[in-house]
């Protein structure tokens, strides 16, 4: 597998009337890495994922996916060449059964991939069964989404994300309102299946268990800018990062 990274992001910049929410973030993702993006409340994380997913034009700086500058494209645009992303609201229909659910992405999918060469037979239902196997739902394909554990929703999630054959997956919170082991959980399922397709993940999370648990490297956000950047146990011993976090302002604010 290539090093060059997946994502590479030179000066990203976006302000809000006086506010500097993103000030000249430097990061890139590498295939199969997971990088966790980490800060105080209001440190820009959103906003840095709002631009990447094409849902804000940056004022600043570029955005390059897999050598192609894709700054300030439309976000149908950016998912098309290959930027999954799961939200915060969980984007299942509730009244479809759980395969349903993935045989609809697949068909998204196929449609923008394949356009009418696709087979349409069985709409992708063995597709399916294999994508929800994969993240461990593979019991659970005939049941309503409605019904689901919060947690297996997220799984079902992730096999839809997974559906459009993701170089980049982008993860604003996505363990947002769950229970700590299923935080773990769904996280190192993330990575598992990451590092086996070579996708470039990039997360917040406020759970340090995850980040540090999880993450191959973590960069650290603090009012609009990078202030640290390294593996779990560099991050873990920066005494800038510890200050921002304890909130003491021995970091030179
Ligand atoms: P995080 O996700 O790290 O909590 P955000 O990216 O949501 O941070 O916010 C960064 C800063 O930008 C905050 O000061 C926030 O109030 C501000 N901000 C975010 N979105 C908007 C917006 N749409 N309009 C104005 N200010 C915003
Ligand atoms: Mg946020």
Same mark, same amino acid.
């Given at each position: 597998?290539?090093?060059?990274?997946?994502?590479?992001?030179?000066?990203?910049?976006?302000?809000?009337?006086?506010?500097?929410?993103?000030?000249?973030?430097?990061?890139?993702?590498?295939?199969?890495?997971?990088?966790?993006?980490?800060?105080? !409340?209001?440190?820009?994380?959103?906003?840095? /994922?709002?631009?990447?997913?094409?849902?804000?034009?940056?004022?600043? @700086?570029?955005?390059?996916?897999? @050598?192609?500058?894709?700054?300030?494209? +439309?976000?149908?645009?950016?998912? =098309?060449? @290959?930027?999954?992303?799961? /939200?915060?609201?969980?984007?299942?229909?509730?009244?479809?059964?759980?395969?349903? !659910?993935? $045989?609809?992405?697949?068909?998204?999918?196929? #449609?923008?991939?394949?356009?009418?060469?696709? &087979?349409?037979?069985?709409?992708?239902?063995?597709?399916?069964?294999?994508?929800?196997? $994969?993240?461990?739902?593979?019991? =659970?394909?005939?049941?309503?989404?409605?019904?689901?554990?919060?947690?297996?929703?997220?799984?079902?999630?992730?096999?839809?994300?997974?559906? !459009?054959? &993701?170089?980049?997956?982008?993860?604003?919170? &996505?363990?947002?309102?769950?229970? +700590?082991?299923?935080?773990?959980?769904?996280?190192?399922?993330?990575?598992?299946?990451?590092? $086996?397709?070579?996708?470039?993940?990039?997360?917040?999370?406020?759970?340090?268990?995850?980040?540090?648990? $999880?993450?191959?490297?973590?960069?650290?956000?603090?009012?609009?800018?990078?202030?640290?950047? @390294?593996?779990?146990?560099?991050? #873990?011993?920066?005494?800038?990062? =510890?200050?921002?976090?304890?909130?003491?302002?021995?970091?030179?604010?």
């Amino acid at each position: 597998m290539s090093g060059a990274p997946v994502l590479e992001v030179r000066g990203l910049s976006k302000r809000f009337g006086g506010v500097a929410a993103v000030d000249g973030v430097d990061l890139a993702v590498a295939p199969g890495e997971l990088l966790a993006l980490i800060g105080p !409340n209001g440190a820009g994380k959103s906003t840095c /994922f709002n631009m990447l997913n094409g849902q804000l034009k940056p004022d600043g @700086g570029t955005v390059t996916l897999l @050598g192609r500058d894709v700054t300030g494209l +439309p976000p149908r645009a950016i998912w =098309q060449l @290959g930027v999954g992303r799961t /939200f915060q609201i969980t984007a299942t229909f509730g009244s479809m059964s759980v395969r349903e !659910n993935v $045989q609809m992405a697949l068909i998204s999918h196929h #449609r923008r991939a394949f356009s009418i060469f696709s &087979p349409a037979t069985a709409l992708h239902r063995d597709r399916a069964e294999a994508l929800l196997t $994969q993240v461990d739902m593979g019991g =659970q394909a005939d049941r309503i989404c409605g019904v689901l554990a919060y947690g297996d929703l997220k799984r079902v999630e992730l096999a839809m994300a997974l559906a !459009n054959d &993701p170089k980049l997956l982008l993860m604003d919170e &996505p363990t947002a309102g769950m229970a +700590p082991r299923e935080r773990t959980d769904l996280m190192a399922l993330t990575a598992r299946l990451a590092r $086996q397709r070579g996708i470039a993940v990039l997360f917040t999370e406020h759970d340090m268990d995850v980040v540090f648990g $999880q993450a191959d490297r973590v960069v650290v956000l603090d009012h609009g800018k990078l202030i640290a950047g @390294g593996s779990p146990a560099e991050i #873990r011993a920066d005494a800038r990062v =510890q200050a921002v976090y304890l909130g003491t302002g021995a970091a030179g604010a």
